[in-house]
């Protein structure tokens, strides 16, 4: 029993290596940028980018975000009932599991404008959402997960629920009006960053299989 708790540790920890590490190394690329501009250092923001990659951890984690080995250990095959492009087409209604693909996304919503200003507005929420979901659907493809519109829609909608809170809260930090100029490429390098570093560094069932001996 301890050593199966050892392993899922493990496991646990290098998963979360493979998003923190690519965090960490595109934070120190942010931050030289900001020097070499003149732009003094913002900790509030460094926090927020950390909260972020945290989140989207768990993003990664419980919707089983595809990597590249998963083309090694299952193939390229396609599989097209494993594809739902019609919306809510299901007509076994799995309500908990609506739910909970909106409040996967609503933290989203609410870190997107707390750490980046310059998305301090719903169409970047909408969007941000649809993509950051798309992307994940899209990976489920080679892990013979489902990929579901029903998913893309709510957790877009989940995205668009957490700006309102963050509105409602009215919680916007204080930043430097210089580096909200840079924040729209920012967060498209620093997401793009994270989850190649997911998709090309976690390597489950083999690490599963060092742990476990199969």
């Not at 708790?5 to 979360?16: D, N, R």
């Not at 972020?52 to 419980?62: N, P, Q, S």
């Not at 919503?109 to 969007?127: C, I, Q, S, T």
Request: with cysteine.
């Amino acid at each position: 029993m301890e050593e199966f708790i050892v392993a899922e540790l493990i496991l646990t920890g290098y998963e979360i290596l493979t998003v923190l590490l690519p965090a960490f190394i595109t934070i120190w690329a942010f931050r030289l940028q900001y020097s070499d501009k003149g732009l003094k250092e913002n900790r509030g923001h460094i926090i927020c980018l950390m909260i972020f990659a945290v989140y989207m951890i768990g993003v990664f984690h419980f919707t089983g975000a595809g990597t590249i080995f998963d083309i090694w250990h299952y193939g390229m095959e396609f599989h097209e009932e494993r594809i739902n492009l019609i919306p809510f087409s299901d007509p076994n209604i799995d309500y908990v599991g609506y739910g909970l693909n909106v409040v996967l996304f609503l933290p989203l919503g609410f870190l997107l404008p707390l750490a980046w200003p310059a998305f301090n507005k719903v169409r970047y929420a909408l969007v941000s959402g649809m993509l950051i979901s798309l992307l994940v659907e899209i990976s489920q493809l080679l892990n013979f997960r489902s990929t579901d519109i029903d998913d893309l829609i709510l957790n877009t909608a989940g995205a668009v629920l957490g700006f309102f809170l963050f509105r409602f809260c009215s919680f916007v930090m204080k930043r430097d009006k210089a580096v909200r100029e840079y924040g729209k490429w920012e967060i498209v390098v620093y997401v793009l960053a994270i989850f190649a570093g997911h998709f090309f560094l976690y390597n489950e069932l083999g690490m599963a299989g060092l742990l476990y001996g199969f």
